[in-house]
Antibody
Framework: QALLQESGPGLVKPSQTLSLTCTVSGSSVASGGYFWAWIRQHPGEGLEWIGYIYYSGTTYYNSSLNRRLTISKDTSKNQFSLELTSVTAADTAVYYC??????????????WGQGILVTVSS | QSVLTQPPSVSGAPGQRVTISCTGSSSNIGAGFDIHWYQQFPGKAPRLLIHHNTKRPSGVSDRFSGSKSGTSASLDITGLQIEDEADYYCQSYDSDLSGSVFGTGTRVTV
């Protein structure tokens, strides 16, 4: 298993950009066979897949967030990141980073970060 | 946007068996995509419980088992224990949405 740790601001103002980073250890974001994902959970609700990035840099996004979302990676730091623009209160959630095994993106999230609560408020 | 439907809650006495269903459609479970299950305690990250319909990761109790048939899947918990009280989510891939999808989640009460 890999160890993942989210970092970033816990408070973002409406209309601004939410930026989070996931630092990975025990696995490489530059190696094939894994996707690197973001998932969020609104307070008291279920899990929502945000998107993921493959080692090649190819990205796959939830269509409901597509226009506001960018997922990127920094192989030199073994990190991947999420940027969500024009946030509203509806983006308040716990954000998790996770690893997906496999070559297709169809497989399981086998390692998770502890999660970071991001609140959108002025 | 949950396309996988689970019962909101199930309950059972210690030692009993409970089953959590996960109902999908022809674009996810019915299309042959595998089902994975997660356990989540309050305030904690989800933990992988079952992958590829029936497989348990190392360290997961054999009291947890999964199955899949048609457009549905199930998670069985046998010998229910107090520490099994948690939320459980199924997950698969949806070809119409071109991405991963999670179930609505089920709260297990012992």
């Amino acid at each position: 298993q890999a160890l993942l740790q989210e970092s970033g601001p816990g408070l973002v103002k409406p209309s601004q950009t939410l930026s989070l980073t996931c630092t990975v250890s025990g696995s490489s974001v530059a190696s094939g066979g894994y996707f690197w994902a973001w998932i969020r959970q609104h307070p008291g609700e279920g899990l929502e897949w945000i998107g993921y990035i493959y080692y090649s840099g190819t990205t796959y996004y939830n269509s409901s967030l597509n226009r506001r979302l960018t997922i990127s990676k920094d192989t030199s730091k073994n990190q991947f990141s999420l940027e969500l623009t024009s946030v509203t209160a509806a983006d308040t959630a716990v954000y998790y980073c996770a690893r997906v095994r496999g070559y297709t993106g169809y497989d399981e999230f086998d390692s998770w970060g502890q999660g970071i609560l991001v609140t959108v408020s002025s | 946007q949950s396309v996988l439907t689970q019962p909101p809650s199930v309950s059972g006495a210690p030692g009993q068996r409970v089953t959590i269903s996960c109902t999908g459609s022809s674009s996810n479970i019915g299309a042959g995509f595998d089902i994975h299950w997660y356990q989540q305690f309050p305030g904690k990250a989800p933990r992988l419980l079952i992958h590829h319909n029936t497989k348990r990761p190392s360290g997961v109790s054999d009291r947890f088992s999964g199955s899949k048939s048609g457009t549905s899947a199930s998670l069985d918990i046998t010998g229910l224990q107090i520490e099994d009280e948690a939320d459980y989510y199924c997950q698969s891939y949806d070809s119409d949405l071109s991405g991963s999808v999670f179930g609505t989640g089920t709260r297990v009460t012992v």
